[in-house]
């Protein structure tokens, strides 16, 4: 089973800071996708990147896929408190349906 | 669009007692995963079906649990008899096979406390 590593496990800051969080495998993945998970909800799809090298930017967040896709990268400029949550990255199980998810990074992002 | 619907947002039961969980996915979707959320273990998938058919039950912890999937627009995961090890947040998530890669929308979840 391929694992997805994501750091770090929380992150407390202020409005307006910046911040990158990780999502890292020993193994190659086809495609990654980054869900946001916010209190009492399920997790909800942001982006899916698929190319290695890959950048997709949604409004102040810019995703990265590795060049090797093995890992991807999540950057929030300038965070708000509507950002708070938790971020989980996901990718396919090999050729199956099934998901494997990182267990996530907690943000918090205080007023 | 309604997303995936589930009921009962929580429960709350004494350890023994059965406890359903239901699930109505996306209209359309042809796949339905049902995953277990704790703060220790993270989200596990338990199992998923494809046109109402199981397809891998590999994650179910025991023969305590099982689900079912009468038709397209309805699932259920049992619990029986349930135990306070099985207190977590119960996710059933729905995707297009047709669309995408591999997304899956999830539903809001049922919050079990098993007592």
């Known amino acids: 089973t391929q694992l997805l590593e994501q750091s770090p496990q929380f992150l407390s800051i202020q409005e307006g800071e910046n911040l990158t969080v990780y999502c890292n495998s020993s193994s190659v993945f086809s495609s990654l996708q980054w869900y946001r998970q916010e209190p009492g909800e399920g997790p909800v799809l942001l982006v899916t990147v698929v190319t290695g090298g890959e950048v997709k930017k949604l409004k102040r967040l810019t995703f990265q896929f590795g060049d090797a896709r093995k890992d991807s990268s999540l950057h929030i400029t300038a965070a708000q408190p509507g950002d708070t949550g938790l971020y989980l990255c996901?990718?396919?199980?090999?050729?199956?349906?099934?998901?494997?998810f990182g267990k996530g990074t907690k943000l918090t992002v205080n007023p | 669009d309604a997303g995936v619907i589930q009921s009962p947002r929580h429960e709350v039961t004494e350890m023994g007692q059965e406890v359903t969980l239901r699930c109505k996915p996306i209209s359309g979707h042809d796949y339905l995963f049902w995953y277990r959320q704790t703060m220790m273990r993270g989200l596990e998938l338990l199992i998923y079906?494809?046109?109402?058919?199981?397809?891998?039950d590999s994650g179910m912890p025991e023969d305590r649990f099982s689900a079912k999937m009468p038709n397209a627009s309805f699932s259920t995961l049992k619990i029986q008899p349930s135990e306070p090890r099985d207190s977590a947040v119960y996710f059933c998530?729905?995707?297009?096979?047709?669309?995408?890669?591999?997304?899956?929308?999830f539903g809001p979840g049922t919050r079990l406390t098993v007592l």
């Open positions: 996901a990718g396919p199980n090999g050729g199956s349906e099934k998901l494997v």
């Open positions: 998530a729905s995707r297009n096979s047709g669309r995408g890669y591999n997304e899956q929308f």
């Open positions: 079906f494809n046109n109402n058919v199981p397809i891998d």
